[in-house]
Structures are given as structure tokens and as C-alpha cells.
């Protein structure tokens, strides 16, 4: 993958307004169904937390977790401060500026990890999972939320036409055609379902499950850390 940073901190503006719209406010049910699988926590972290949307949800979700989000982008890092800070959860909710591939946390920290719709974006997807790992205590649990090419082979076509031209003339309204339109065309060169499965197992995840979300555009993985 490429480096993608610089793509997220022009979004960073727009981007909750963009993925409200492109997904037709679905996307706040999928980050509820991901923050309901980790299940009750003190500490987790949520990976390319973007404006901390998951961070957000967890908090509210499970009123005793402490959530640290990290992302690469001081823009959206920014934005996430901000959000927070209106919403009164800043003593629950830490961010910091960082890679999923270098995460700067001890190991054994944290009870559970989330990412939503972020490992596709990484450099090195193996290598920020292994990543994840290392900072999960052992049988700490993982939640991953990822944009997936639905399985039907009639609705496919309808939707991957959705995502090649609908959404970057969308994107377009806010100067981001070019950025929504990688977005798009990344979803079916990703490993998706068994073959992500296998990535997390390599990383350490056992056992690896999935589940469709939404007629399969978007899947939800999970797992726990291997003892």
C-alpha cells in the first residue's frame, strides 16, 4: 500500500461528513455492531482512529473503558481533540499522533484493539496486525472493520459500480475525487474474508471469524490474542 497520510490529513475536513453521506448513515450502526463484539474493557485502543469515531462509540458503549486512539495524521488527530472535548469524554479518551506499524505502547496494554476501515490503508496490513498483537494482553480481543466486494454476483456489480463512480463524484463536491476514488479502487485488490482471516492468524489471532455486515459491503472481523 501507499503512504496514505497525506490523502486522510486533506480529507480530514470532510471526512465524517463524506462517509455519512457515501454510506447513507449506515456507517454509525457498523461502528456500534464493532464496539459490541470487543466487548466490556478497561483499555483499548483504536487504531487509524481518524476524527475518533470508534473512540467515541466504545466510550459510550462501555461507560468503564478507557480508550487511546492513534493515528497518523495531525489533522485528524485535531479534529478528534476537538470532538471529544465537546462531548465532555477527554479525561476517557487519549490520541496520539502514530503509525499502525510502529505503535508507541509497552506490550500487554491494552484488553482489546479496534480498527475501522483503516488496515486497508496501511503500509505493511501483516506487520500493523503483528503490531496490534504485541500491545494486546494475552486472550485481549480485536475487532476489525473493513470494506469488503459483496458475495452476491448481482448485487457486486451494482455496488462496486456505486463505489467506482457515485462516490468519488460525491468526494468531488468537496475537491477529494481523486482521494475517494483510490478509496474505492483499493477495496478488491484487499484481502478480504478467508484471506484476511489468514493474516490475522498469521499475526497471531486465534481463532479467526467474520461476518457480513450490510449484504457483505463491509465485514466485521474479530478475534483474541493467542496465550
Not at 456489480?157 to 475537491?175: A, T
Request: charged content about 25%; overall charge negative.
Amino acid at each position: 500500500m501507499p503512504e496514505t497520510e497525506p490523502l486522510f490529513t486533506k480529507l480530514a475536513g470532510n471526512y465524517d461528513r463524506l462517509n455519512s453521506i457515501c454510506s447513507l448513515g449506515i456507517d454509525a450502526s457498523w461502528r456500534k455492531r464493532l464496539a459490541a463484539e470487543i466487548g466490556q474493557c478497561q483499555r483499548v485502543l483504536d487504531v487509524a482512529t481518524g476524527t475518533a469515531e470508534v473512540c467515541i462509540e466504545v466510550a459510550r458503549k462501555w461507560p468503564d473503558a478507557k480508550i487511546t486512539g492513534i493515528d497518523p495524521s495531525s489533522h485528524m488527530i485535531r479534529i478528534a481533540e476537538e470532538k471529544t472535548r465537546k462531548l465532555g469524554l477527554e479525561g476517557r479518551i487519549d490520541l496520539v499522533e502514530g503509525s499502525a506499524e510502529n505503535l508507541p505502547f509497552e506490550d500487554g496494554l491494552f484488553d482489546a484493539v479496534t480498527i475501522a476501515f483503516g488496515i486497508r490503508n496501511t503500509v505493511d496490513p501483516l506487520l500493523s496486525l503483528r503490531e496490534m498483537a504485541r500491545v494486546l494482553r494475552p486472550s485481549g480481543s480485536i475487532g476489525v472493520l473493513e470494506f469488503a466486494v459483496p458475495s452476491n454476483s448481482l448485487f457486486s456489480p451494482i455496488y462496486m459500480f456505486y463505489m467506482r463512480n457515485v462516490i468519488p463524484l460525491l468526494g468531488s463536491i468537496f475537491g477529494c475525487r481523486p482521494e475517494y476514488r483510490y478509496l474505492a479502487e483499493s477495496i478488491p485488490s484487499f484481502p478480504q474474508r478467508t484471506e484476511f482471516a489468514e493474516l490475522m492468524r498469521d499475526a497471531g489471532f486465534e481463532p479467526p471469524r467474520w461476518f457480513e455486515l450490510t449484504l457483505g459491503i463491509v465485514v466485521l472481523y474479530s478475534g483474541v490474542k493467542a496465550s
